[in-house]
T-cell receptor
Framework: DAKTTQPPSMDCAEGRAANLPCNHS???????VYWYRQIHSQGPQYIIH???NNETNEMASLIITEDRKSSTLILPHATLRDTAVYYC????????????FGDGTTLTVKP | DTGVSQNPRHKITKRGQNVTFRCDPI?????LYWYRQTLGQGPEFLTY????????KSRLLSDRFSAERPKGSFSTLEIQRTEQGDSAMYLC???????????FGPGTRLLVL
């Protein structure tokens, strides 16, 4: 599996966009980028995933660079409830469940 | 769809005791996963079932760990002769055939004294 690198922590002001980067320079052509988040004391929650095109859903947007070596998760209007650990994982879709998460980015949304 | 449930939510045990955790996946999800998460780290994959078949085990799953999914529905994870290093959150997740995403349960937090 391609490894990912994320900053350990980030802050964001409430109401502003939160942009969480992830580097995955060894990604293979058939590997997807998945994002999950984990709010304290809860199980991880799926956010979004993509292969090479940018993706958007009701929770977030995923921007993948053209060379696919990095991506950015965008929370357009961060709220206090978005404070969580955000994990970026790279895996082929059929193996998507057998992921070992890295240490993620702790996002703190401040009022 | 009531989500993935896990029981118990918390377990405190003494070193050397056996413990068993249960996971009830989302109904009709044929894929079930177990993970372990220690404090400050992300979840680590332990094992994977498709229906009742255990298809993959991580090398993290020592001989003291055993998982079952006898009827392809709920699953149990047993740890024998617990050690203090087993203290962690044990997470279960499920996924259906046509889905690419997992749904996680709330986890069982184990403390071995």
């Amino acid at each position: 599996d391609a490894k990912t690198t994320q900053p350990p922590s980030m802050d964001c002001a409430e109401g502003r966009a939160a942009n969480l980067p992830c580097n995955h320079s060894t990604i293979s052509g058939n590997e997807y980028v998945y994002w999950y988040r984990q709010i304290h004391s809860q199980g991880p929650q799926y956010i979004i995933h993509g292969l090479k095109n940018n993706e958007t859903n009701e929770m977030a947007s995923l921007i993948i660079t053209e060379d696919r070596k990095s991506s950015t998760l965008i929370l357009p209007h961060a709220t206090l409830r978005d404070t969580a650990v955000y994990y970026c994982i790279v895996r082929v879709a059929v193996d998507a469940g057998k992921s070992t998460f890295g240490d993620g980015t702790t996002l703190t949304v401040k009022p | 769809d009531t989500g993935v449930s896990q029981n118990p939510r918390h377990k405190i045990t003494k070193r050397g005791q056996n413990v068993t955790f249960r996971c009830d996946p989302i109904s009709e999800h044929n894929r079930l996963y177990w993970y372990r998460q220690t404090l400050g780290q992300g979840p680590e994959f332990l094992t994977y079932f498709q229906n009742e078949a255990q298809l993959e085990k991580s090398r993290l799953l020592s001989d003291r760990f055993s998982a079952e999914r006898p009827k392809g529905s709920f699953s149990t994870l047993e740890i024998q002769r617990t050690e203090q290093g087993d203290s962690a959150m044990y997470l279960c997740a499920s996924r259906g055939d046509s889905r690419e995403t997992q749904y996680f349960g709330p986890g069982t937090r184990l403390l071995v004294l």
